[in-house]
């Protein structure tokens, strides 16, 4: 190893190489509670070139690699399994080629969401994909992530216009073309979203070609509280038929309100809840809260309470941006684990209904539910003691009844969290066995080596 730590260093600089423990640990573990998996080595290129160079010596040697962006994600697509090379991208952090009348931009992967929209500050434009975290947007385009604009914005798939991206070889690709950025294209087969939600087993992602959206003249957003889950997302659904176009619509149950009050020090109702977001004109804005108000009226919600001004609406998206750690805070010392089916949106109020009877039957208490619901995606957050065998079994089978009772429905393991490593047996009982078959065959001819993230997805 020693001679590849050299030539890593030839590449990327003294600087550019760690093999400290510390910083392997650092990098051998995100946010789930899968425990941490140190690579043998941490390299921090500069540059696509050097990604490629420190990738061809990778190869060479058979080195398992795997890309590193902020260590946000939630199911251990970052532990090292066979050792080998963390790639951590922070250093390549340029926003490069914005271009504000075409509505898109370049970014590197060390350029996280929140980087982004203040970099574009004054444009008047913005990026709305908005996980959580604050994370890596080559992440995000990695994870195929997305968040509480989904709805109105779409998720990552549909707002990456191009990738660049090392190959296990060190050979760069650009999956549209190099430089491209048409709105649409019907060019050939769609490899930028063959790598988007790859998870790092194709390739490490060196810069993704983004759309952008102006900024909305107006944005109001609302609390309503209702009598009952079934209620609260009987409106969401009703609000979607209606074409509104609502830009945020969340779920909050008593639980998460409850930890999101504590959490806080807000003083919202302690039941099933909707968070609304409306984004548009003055007078376009009217018509959508008006539809909006007559639908929950009818459905037993409260009436709105609003949030107009920006620092009112930051308090109250924050609330719900800071759900998981609101979660961790109901037990410290503790790790929170969230599940992420996705059904279609009429399957919704049933399997959030079973769920909570769920986890009411097989005593995990105090369980938060928050959901994407018009995109019909909601998380359980479940805090649990890792060490203790009984809890984590409990939790364990709870999460593949979730699953299951999700396929059950036409729906999905994971709405925007990724397989990692934890749901592997699901993707093959969700996509079969074909399906499978042919995602190991385009790996294989991407990386025949299996050097590429080796042991996740598939």
């Not at 302690?270 to 007559?294: A, D, R």
């Not at 037993?300 to 609101?326: I, M, P, Q, V």
Request: aromatic letters at 6%; one cysteine or more.
């Amino acid at each position: 190893t020693l001679r590849v730590v050299s030539a890593f260093r030839s590449v990327s600089g003294d600087e550019g190489v760690s093999v400290g423990s510390a910083v392997r640990e650092q990098h051998g573990r995100d946010e789930s509670v899968h425990r941490c998996q140190p690579p043998d080595v941490v390299v921090f290129p500069r540059s696509v070139e050097e990604v490629s160079a420190l990738a061809k010596i990778c190869h060479h040697h058979q080195l398992p690699m795997i890309p590193f962006g902020t260590g946000t994600g939630l199911e251990g697509g970052v532990g090292a399994l066979k050792g080998g090379v963390c790639f951590s991208l922070r250093k390549m952090d340029q926003v490069l080629d914005l271009h504000l009348e075409d509505f898109d931009v370049t970014v590197e992967p060390g350029v996280t969401r929140k980087g982004l929209n203040s970099y574009l500050r004054d444009t008047g434009l913005w990026f709305p994909v908005d996980p959580g975290a604050d994370a890596s947007l080559c992440g995000m385009a990695a994870t195929s992530a997305s968040g509480t604009n989904a709805v109105r914005y779409g998720t990552m798939r549909v707002n990456v216009l191009n990738l660049e991206v090392v190959l296990a070889d060190g050979t760069v690709l650009h999956t549209a073309g190099k430089g491209r950025r048409p709105r649409k294209t019907s060019a050939g087969y769609n490899l930028t979203n063959l790598f988007v939600g790859s998870e790092g087993t194709l390739g490490i992602i060196t810069k993704a070609t983004l759309r952008l959206f102006g900024i909305p003249e107006s944005m109001v957003s609302a609390v309503c509280s209702f009598p009952s889950v079934q209620s609260a997302v009987d409106s969401t659904v009703q609000i979607l038929q209606a074409g509104v176009p609502i830009a945020r619509i969340e779920f909050l149950d008593d639980v998460m309100i409850n930890a999101c009050n504590r959490f806080n020090n807000l003083s919202y109702a302690v039941t099933p809840t909707l968070f609304l977001e409306f984004h548009g004109s003055s007078k376009g804005m009217e018509e959508q809260v008006s539809i909006t108000e007559e639908i929950t009226r009818d459905n037993g919600g409260s009436d709105f309470a609003w949030a107009e001004d920006e620092e009112t609406r930051g308090r109250l998206w924050k609330a719900r941006h800071d759900a998981w750690y609101a979660a961790l805070a109901l037990r410290p010392g503790c790790k929170a684990y969230s599940t992420d089916v996705c059904v279609p949106i009429s399957r919704l109020p049933q399997i959030i209904v079973e769920t909570k009877e769920d986890l009411i039957r097989n005593n995990i208490t105090g369980s938060p539910i928050a959901g994407h619901v018009g995109d019909g995606n909601f998380h359980c957050l479940i805090v649990l003691d890792p060490s203790d065998p009984d809890e984590v079994q409990r939790v364990h089978s709870f999460t593949e009844r979730l699953a299951r009772r999700a396929l059950a429905m036409d729906g999905t393991c994971t709405g925007e969290h990724g397989i990692g490593l934890g749901k592997r047996a699901l993707l093959r009982e969700e996509v079969g066995p074909l399906a499978i078959e042919v995602m190991q065959g385009l790996k294989a001819t991407l990386d025949p080596k299996n050097l590429m993230n080796p042991g996740k997805v598939l």
